[in-house]
Structure formats: structure tokens, C-alpha cells
T-cell receptor
Framework: AQKITQTQPGMFVQEKEAVTLDCTYD???????LFWYKQPSSGEMIFLIY??????QNATEGRYSLNFQKARKSANLVISASQLGDSAMYFC??????????????FGTGTLLAVQP | EAQVTQNPRYLITVTGKKLTVTCSQN?????MSWYRQDPGLGLRQIYY???????DKGDVPEGYKVSRKEKRNFPLILESPSPNQTSLYFC?????????????FGPGTRLTVT
């Protein structure tokens, strides 16, 4: 069965520091995609970054990077130079090739990040 | 602007009173899904649709219905809502079922059933 595990329910980080949000996954698919979404207190889901299972390089999008370690089945999100506006819930999600028929994303339980001034 | 819209954004209703949450996308996407979000559980798929008139159950379909009569619209119907359907609901769409294609989410509908 496909599963996403986020073991950090909540985290604090000082403004301007970097923070890593952990995500491990389990799948038997050879082809899969890993996503990170941000959910601010207003509730909307904001797409941050994507990593494909066959991508050899770690994905980066501005201050966001994904530390992809395929052998360890981990896809940690790194936010550099944290800002107050980064305070939000962060979800790791996966879509596998089996899940492609359902177009389903499997979500973790989320990590609540609080950025302190 | 490419977007997924949902209405209403907030809804408080009583047990048993039928309701519909609308979802519309303007990106000509084939694939659409409904998810519910509950604390400690993340988001779980309720129903999905691969195209007009093609829908199927996701992981938590009990108590819900959907329809896809037009490509852009994918309403979620609760025929007889119950308190355990109190949740935050998201509609999502994507161009393709290929693993790399991003899903675009609507703004969410916060439903309370008393």
C-alpha cells in the first residue's frame, strides 16, 4: 500500500534560518511523483514543489528545495531563509503510477510550521 | 486566470438536509477529484472523474454522490448529511493522470453539519 509519513506534527524556526520538514514514503511503484503543498491559515492548498522518481537532480523552486533520497524513500522539504509568511501547515503527497487511474494524491498528516521573529 | 472555484466557501447545515457543493475549473482539465481534510488524517479522496460521465469512488465515498455532466463542473452532493461529514472539502483538477502533473486545488469549502 502507498503511504506518506510526516513525523513532525509541529516545528518552530527563527526568521531567516533554514528549516527541513521530513517526509518518508512507501510505494511499490517504479514511477511516482512527490509533491509538497502549503496550507496557510486561510485554508487554500498551494503547490510548492514536485520531484519525479526518475529525476536525478533534487528539485528547487526559489527558497524551496526537495532533498530526495530514493534509496531511503525520503523527500524532505528544505525552506531556506524562513519568512514570517512561511508559517503554515505543510503537506507531503505522492501520486504513483497505480494511482494514476484514480488521479489520487496520497497525503501525509502534515507539519505545522511556525516562524518566529 | 487559471483556477478552480468552489461554492459555497462556508456552510453550516443540519442533519439530513440535502446540499450540493459546486466545483468548476477553467483549464479544460479532464481529471477532477474531491477530497476531504480532517485533523490528523491529511486529505483523503472521496470521488474522482476521468472525463464527462466517467466517475468512480475514491477512498471515502460513503454518504457522497458526484456527477460530471460537463467537463468543467464536478459537483459534490450530500443527500443526507450527518455530523461525521463535518470537514474541509477540496475540489482538484489536473490535465492528465501522468504522475508528474500537478493537481490544482480549489479554495476549499468548510462544512459544518449539526
Amino acid at each position: 500500500a502507498q503511504k506518506i509519513t510526516q513525523t513532525q506534527p509541529g516545528m518552530f524556526v527563527q526568521e531567516k534560518e533554514a528549516v527541513t520538514l521530513d517526509c518518508t514514503y512507501d510505494t511499490s511503484d517504479q514511477s511516482y511523483g512527490l509533491f509538497w503543498y502549503k496550507q496557510p491559515s486561510s485554508g487554500e492548498m498551494i503547490f510548492l514543489i514536485y520531484q519525479g522518481s526518475y529525476d536525478e537532480q533534487n528539485a528547487t523552486e526559489g527558497r524551496y528545495s526537495l532533498n530526495f533520497q530514493k534509496a531511503r524513500k525520503s523527500a524532505n522539504l528544505v525552506i531556506s531563509a524562513s519568512q514570517l509568511g512561511d508559517s503554515a501547515m505543510y503537506f507531503c503527497a505522492m501520486r504513483g503510477s497505480y494511482g494514476g487511474a484514480t488521479n489520487k494524491l496520497i497525503f501525509g498528516t502534515g507539519t505545522l510550521l511556525a516562524v518566529q521573529p | 486566470e487559471a483556477q478552480v472555484t468552489q461554492n459555497p466557501r462556508y456552510l453550516i447545515t443540519v442533519t439530513g438536509k440535502k446540499l450540493t457543493v459546486t466545483c468548476s475549473q477553467n483549464m479544460n482539465h479532464e481529471y477532477m477529484s474531491w477530497y476531504r481534510q480532517d485533523p490528523g488524517l491529511g486529505l483523503r479522496q472521496i470521488y474522482y472523474s476521468m472525463n464527462v460521465e466517467v466517475t468512480d469512488k475514491g477512498d471515502v465515498p460513503e454518504g457522497y454522490k458526484v456527477s460530471r455532466k460537463e467537463k468543467r463542473n464536478f459537483p459534490l452532493i450530500l443527500e443526507s448529511p450527518s455530523p461525521n461529514q463535518t470537514s474541509l472539502y477540496f475540489c482538484a483538477s489536473s490535465l492528465s493522470r501522468t504522475v508528474s502533473y500537478e493537481q490544482y486545488f480549489g479554495p476549499g469549502t468548510r462544512l459544518t453539519v449539526t
